[in-house]
């Protein structure tokens, strides 16, 4: 549903946090909707406020209130939110609009889901793992399903990618660590051990896509078995 709503859009706004991921979305857009307008918003003040405070605070929801407001005095038909760790702002920033508002992360959350009931929540930054892992229980509560996800931090990828501007060190550090299993940072349970690996940032989805596609087969939607499979959110 999200990806037809994008796909009819004719002025898209993209809310970012960060520069990070600029290129990547302007290419995903230019694949999804060739023809649509792209504009840009981007704070990198929302982040760190996020990171001092352990969660999004009444400043951040403001800011990001005003954000929105501005996308569609711009005349955006659509508002795409880039970042899951602002993402329940979003939340409440797409209540004072009157124009679609996509997450990043949701299509993440649908599929997560819909694979199988234990899931992986891999992330580069912790104030993505409380956002991210509610939005896939809460997801899950909304399609009649439970789910137990386990936490899986990629210790130090962050800081390589924001601060050492080195991506592609960034994308191994996750690669190697789902074939450990998730051995590494804040899942003793591993993430090997459950159907779904998912990765909320547009930086995890990235390293994702340098991995092969796993196989699927019929029994991997909504069956509970466990399966070879990657989800990530852009």
Known sequence: KN?????????VCIVNTS???????????????PDAEIFNIVDE??????????????????????YFQMAVNAGADLIFNQCSSVGEAADIAARTVNVPVVKVDERMGREAVNIGP??????????????SIRLVENTAKKMGREVTVKRCLVEGAFDVLFYQKNPEKHNQMVIDLEKRGGDRG??????????????PSAGSAR????????????????????VNSRVFGV
């Open 19 to 33: 520069l990070v991921s600029l290129q990547d979305l302007k290419d995903l857009f230019a694949e999804i909707c």
């Open 118 to 131: 234990k899931i992986s929540m891999v992330a580069t930054l912790e104030s993505t793992l409380g956002p």
């Open 186 to 199: 804040r899942n003793p349970a591993g993430a090997g051990e459950h159907d779904a690996p998912a990765a």
């Open 45 to 66: 003040s929302l982040l760190p406020e996020v990171r001092a405070n352990n969660g999004i605070t009444n400043n951040i929801v403001c800011r990001m209130c005003a």
């Open 3 to 11: 990806l037809e709503v994008v796909c009819m859009s004719k002025k």
């Open 207 to 226: 390293a994702r896509a340098l991995q092969p596609a796993p196989r699927r087969n019929a029994r991997q939607r909504g069956s509970g078995n466990p």
